[in-house]
């Protein structure tokens, strides 16, 4: 079973920071990566798929990059609205997802 | 535009069985596969099951097969899960969620509902 480590836990920073998230997987994932964003009481949003192919509708300012085992979510320029819950996903027959990386206002 | 409705959550006893429902709309729902996720409260999301875009194929998380149900009605745009033998463990929001590929699954969500709580307990 793949297990997703994200880090870290928490991200302490202002807007317009640089925020950059990262996710481990325990085994090979090629780039079979997806990151999620989720806002309190709202359903997850798909932010990025395949590791760095960007979801319709999501801003230029959200890139991923990885291959293998390591993957980074990076947001260039933080906004009010991007302090939220982040997490990365895998894909195989099933579907696992990391623990959440937390982007809060510092 | 893409929407996803859930229903059928509510508050049931260790044992018992609750069906969820899911009414889609703004899309052919019968070229896409649909899933089913969790959250329980203040924890990740979960994966419960998927469906393929045919219904004859099924996958479901360990944690609840033999006890979960997957299955689509095409005419009615609507997924459902069937859940049986309810655990306290099994208390979450369920989402129904779309799969982003059309006619392949890509293993990716890229639409989800609002989420109906399931409550087990006695």
């Known amino acids: 079973e793949i297990v997703l480590t994200q880090s870290p836990a928490t991200l302490s920073l202002s807007p317009g920071d640089r925020a950059t998230l990262s996710c481990r997987a325990s085994q090979s994932l090629n780039t079979y990566l997806a990151w999620y964003q989720q806002k309190p009481g709202q359903a997850p949003r798909l932010l990025i798929y395949d590791a760095s192919n960007r979801a319709t509708g999501i801003p230029a300012r959200f890139s991923g990059s990885g291959s293998g085992t390591d993957f980074t979510l990076n947001i260039s320029s933080l906004e009010p609205e991007d302090f939220a819950v982040y997490y990365c996903?895998?894909?195989?027959?099933?579907?696992?997802f990391g623990g959440g990386t937390k982007v809060e206002i510092k | 535009q893409v929407q996803l409705v859930e229903s059928g959550g509510g508050l049931v006893k260790p044992g018992g069985s609750l069906r969820l429902a899911c009414e889609a709309s703004g899309f052919i729902f019968s070229d896409y596969y649909m899933t089913w996720m969790r959250q329980a409260p203040g924890k990740g999301p979960e994966w419960v099951s998927y469906?393929?875009?045919?219904?004859?194929?099924?996958y479901y998380a360990d944690s609840v097969k033999g006890r979960f149900t997957i299955s689509r009605d095409d005419a009615k745009k609507s997924l459902f899960l069937q859940m049986n033998s309810l655990r306290a463990e099994d208390t979450a929001i369920y989402y129904c969620?779309?799969?982003?590929?059309?006619?392949?699954?890509?293993?990716?969500?890229?639409?989800w509902g609002q989420g109906t709580l399931v409550t087990v307990s006695s």
């Open positions: 996903q895998h894909r195989s027959n099933s579907l696992t």
């Open positions: 969620a779309r799969d982003l590929g059309r006619r392949y699954r890509s293993g990716w969500c890229d639409s």
């Open positions: 469906i393929s875009s045919s219904g004859l194929t099924a």
